[in-house]
């Protein structure tokens, strides 16, 4: 079966959304990433700000057990925790887009929303460490130490947010059905496999 969804979640550093731009255009599919935080913000109606640092973990553990007493006394979605209300919001967000057609989605939890869809290919793009640090220096105008700082930075709240509110484990090769290695591929490499493979299963 051909994979009409590609999700990709990636390492800060490792040249996932550029993978993802590529393999979007080799397989014809939509491309969403920034596009899909003005839609979920707009689905939600909630600042596109707030939306897109949702995204990089921008809320604690403590809004997820206030979410959770809410919920026990009957509150509305309403009255949730920004940082639910916007997972909510771009749950139902990409399940919407997927819906309009085959797509490659960067982030957002998407390999979690869309894990019943059957042509679904989740991908995890990592990258070894120097690499990283280079590409975030480069693309980010850094020194070595804020493009470490930041590497770390990001990582932390990518993963906080999607295991707080998935119950899974970011990066773990078992939520995803291929992982690989930017630096080790190359990025248009790394594009050409998993376009590769969306066509092939």
């Not at 990709?8 to 939509?30: D, F, H, P, T």
């Not at 920034?34 to 809004?63: H, P």
């Not at 090769?173 to 998993?194: D, M, P, R, T, V």
């Amino acid at each position: 079966m051909v994979k009409r969804f590609v999700t990709i979640s990636r390492q800060y550093g490792s040249g996932g959304r550029e993978i993802g731009e590529l393999v979007a255009a080799k397989l014809g599919y939509a491309y969403y990433d920034r596009e899909l935080i003005k839609r979920a913000a707009e689905a939600g109606a909630l600042d596109e700000e707030l939306v897109k640092e949702s995204g990089e973990g921008l809320f604690n553990k403590f809004t997820t057990l206030l979410s959770y007493a809410n919920a026990a006394v009957g509150k509305d979605e309403d009255t949730l925790p920004i940082g639910d209300r916007l997972f909510l919001a771009e749950s139902r967000t990409i399940k919407m887009i997927a819906d309009e057609g085959p797509c490659v989605i960067i982030g957002h939890s998407a390999d979690y929303f869309l894990a019943e869809y059957p042509d679904l290919l989740n991908v995890y793009v990592h990258s070894d460490w120097d690499s990283r640090v280079a590409r975030v220096m480069r693309r980010n105008n850094l020194s070595e130490h804020d493009a470490i700082t930041r590497i770390k930075r990001i990582d932390r709240k990518r993963s906080t947010f999607y295991e707080q509110h998935t119950d899974q484990k970011w990066g773990m090769a078992s939520n995803y059905h291929l992982s690989i290695s930017s630096s080790y591929f190359g990025i248009e490499s790394a594009a050409e496999q998993i376009a590769r493979i969306a066509q092939a299963l």
